[in-house]
């Protein structure tokens, strides 16, 4: 089959890891029979360089054309003097707001193979409760089109001046983000903790009464409440006690970065931002490394390119609905792994002398070598037998 996707390499890191995940695609698109045909758009700082705004309309039109998007990162130092509505961020808000990808899925899981990289001492994780297995596996669901990055905000010109930025929320807004956090849930542990500030804030105490009708569709969902100072705490007494964390844009902001350091790197972690329940046939969702521009590194070759291949990994999931697919590709980053092969980001602390260093790219074509192996499933491969 053929799929378009709008890529959109972005700044920084993003073009060097968005070229590793269109590689592999390829080469699913390879094994399995299926075409990717790209369609690359600016955004972000490149975006402001090239053209003056961060989000080009074509760039919306165009994506909106396609089945999904992949996403590198956006912004820079170089850009950081602009005015807030100038931002090469502004390039990414836009981007969600326009495709409406209300719900943001981000997965935090240790791998064993990364035990060495979590900071988190053994006691801590043998406490955790995922089937007696000393590890955790979360997924973060943050709401991303509204609350406080995209409230009323501005400054008053008055004494000193003073400025204002602010959360709100409809009930839609709320309700859509729990269904999706519901509906991902019931195909993993069946829990789900709504973290907000509901003993301060009256956005949190209306996310609860949201919470309080929606939780009555999924009789079979344990729901329960954490105050996000508390949860920022708990996720590192007790990674294993999550199962999926529904909150707010910006506490999802900040708890996603918090849980993906305790899985070694944030260069691990792949996210989808979806326009609807994973499958309904919603809008096309946007797919990206949550890591972020990291200009420091970009140029370099030594990026962690697994997140962005994840990312390409969670699109096939969820855009094209190629579960064998996306779980091939999942396998062969695990293979790698498994043979110790290790960006910088994700080396192990305690010298493991079975730990390879690699870069961005041997890194990516090691994830390609790892696809053409044997994958263990044979379902749909060209040439194999259809099971
Ligand atoms: C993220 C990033 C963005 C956000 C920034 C770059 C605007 O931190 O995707 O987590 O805050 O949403
Ligand atoms: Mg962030």
Redesign the pocket.
């Known amino acids: 089959m053929n799929f378009s996707v709008a890529v959109i390499p972005g700044d920084g890191v993003g073009p060097e890891v968005i070229a590793r995940a269109t590689e592999a695609l390829d080469a699913v698109g390879d094994i399995y029979g299926h075409v990717f045909n790209y369609v690359e758009l600016l955004a972000g700082g490149r975006a402001i360089d090239e053209t003056g705004s961060p989000l080009p309309p074509e760039t919306l039109e165009a994506a909106r054309q396609c089945g999904a998007v992949l996403l590198g990162?956006?912004?820079g130092p170089k850009w950081d003097a602009l005015p807030g509505r100038l931002r090469?961020?502004q390039g990414?808000?836009g981007l969600?707001a326009g495709l409406g990808v209300f719900a943001?899925l981000r997965p935090a899981a240790l791998l064993p193979q990364l035990r060495a990289a979590c900071p988190l001492k053994d006691e801590v994780l043998a406490a955790s409760n995922v089937e007696g297995k000393p590890a955790f596996d979360m997924l973060i669901v943050?709401e991303?089109t509204g609350g406080i990055?995209f409230g009323e905000r501005g400054r008053i010109e008055s004494g000193r001046g003073a400025a204002f930025d602010t959360e709100k929320y409809s009930w839609e807004e709320i309700e859509r983000v729990l269904r999706v956090g519901y509906a991902s849930s019931a195909a993993r542990r069946k829990k789900v903790c709504i973290v907000d500030k509901a003993n301060v804030m009256e956005s949190s105490r209306f996310w609860r009464d949201v919470a309080a009708e929606v939780s009555k569709d999924y009789p079979d969902i344990e729901t329960s409440y954490l105050y996000v100072d508390n949860a920022a705490m708990q996720l590192i007494r007790a990674p294993g006690q999550f199962d999926v964390i529904v909150t707010s844009?910006?506490f999802?902001?900040i708890l996603?970065?918090e849980a993906s350091a305790l899985t070694g790197s944030i260069g691990m972690l792949p996210?989808a931002s979806l326009a609807g329940i994973p499958g309904a046939g919603s809008p096309p969702g946007v797919y990206?490394p949550?890591h972020?521009?990291a200009p420091d590194i970009a140029g370099k070759d030594i990026a962690n390119p697994l997140a962005a291949i994840l990312s390409a990994a969670l699109m096939l999931r969820y855009a094209f609905s190629l579960e064998e697919e996306a779980a091939a590709l999942e396998a062969a980053v695990n293979r790698v792994l498994d043979r110790g092969l290790r960006t910088k980001d994700i080396a192990g602390l305690g010298g493991n002398s079975a730990e390879k260093i690699a870069g961005t790219q041997e890194m990516g074509a090691a994830v390609l070598k790892a696809l053409e192996e044997n994958p263990g499933s044979i379902g749909k491969r060209k040439g194999g037998e259809s099971l």
């Open positions: 990162a956006m912004g090469p961020e990414l808000l969600r943001n943050r991303l990055y844009n910006m999802g902001d996603s970065d996210s990206e949550i972020g521009s």
